[in-house]
């Protein structure tokens, strides 16, 4: 029997051949230089593609310093807020301090002194109100009663409450320091607690102490020169009258609440004003009874 010829199958599995065309002893293709070049092109394309570990150092840097710029700017922020609530804190007493045109150039009053001046002035003229009412209650129970404060002719305040000047509203001048001084009292002392008074506390504050200090130097006229006599009571609520409107009125026009009337000069030198006008009052009373104190020296 003659055998026949055998004829190779034809490759169909397109896998590449080595240089004689045949498969290797696995069966798999040996791979040629290109097919090689090809794989190792795409590994490192993958490897270098964005996102990938070999770039993520860069990634890292490029975030620290996205976030060391974030950080900056959120200090620098927060230092322009802390700087505007310390520039508002001058008004942060009253509530409706951004109401207020200030001026950065003006010197900035102390609330707090304020305070003591409000707290301090009120409790004298209080005590002083009320001694008055009480001897004027006394007075009136007895008309030979010698008030505490008489000391001679002149330092007389049972000649003050007998004349018609100390009742000019039909009842005793001194009921009106008991119901208005507590209330300058309890502000001060209000504002000592580190309470803020809204603006128009301010304003009825403003309109008592003006009508306060008018009463009181139309009294002290008419003690020095019609009626010729001092009482030594009255003249502690005149010393606790002007501190509190002074001041008041120093307050009011440093935060602008006076309609924009402004004085830094006033501000800047509050102390000396308010010292100057007492000294004044001191000066008139001296010269008005010049000859009566020249007598203790005689």
Known sequence: MTDKPTTAAPDTTGEPRDKSGERGETGEATPTPAHTATRTAAHTATHAAPGSAADKPGRDNAGHGAERLEDSAEHDTEGRDTEGRDTEGRDT????????????????????????????GGALGTAASFALVIEKFLLLANPFHIPSCTLDAVLSCGSVMRSPQAELFGFPNPVLGVIAFPVVTTLGVVLLAGARLPRWVWTGLQIGATLGV?????????????????????????????????????????????????????????????????????????????????????
């Open 214 to 298: 008018i009463f009181v130097h139309w009294l002290m006229i008419q003690s020095m020169y019609d009626i010729r006599a001092l009482c030594p009571y009255c003249m502690v609520v005149w010393a606790a009258t002007i501190p509190i409107f002074w001041y008041t009125t120093v307050h009011n026009m440093d935060r602008g609440y006076l309609g924009g009337l402004r004085a830094p000069l006033l501000v800047r030198f509050h102390s000396t004003v308010v010292t100057t006008w007492l000294v004044m009052i001191l000066l008139l009373a001296v010269q008005a009874f010049w000859d009566h104190w020249m007598s203790y020296f005689s």
């Open 93 to 120: 007493e009253d509530g409706d301090e951004d109401d207020a045109d200030y001026d950065d150039d003006a010197p900035v009053l102390s609330t707090r002194l304020i305070a003591w001046v409000l707290a301090i």
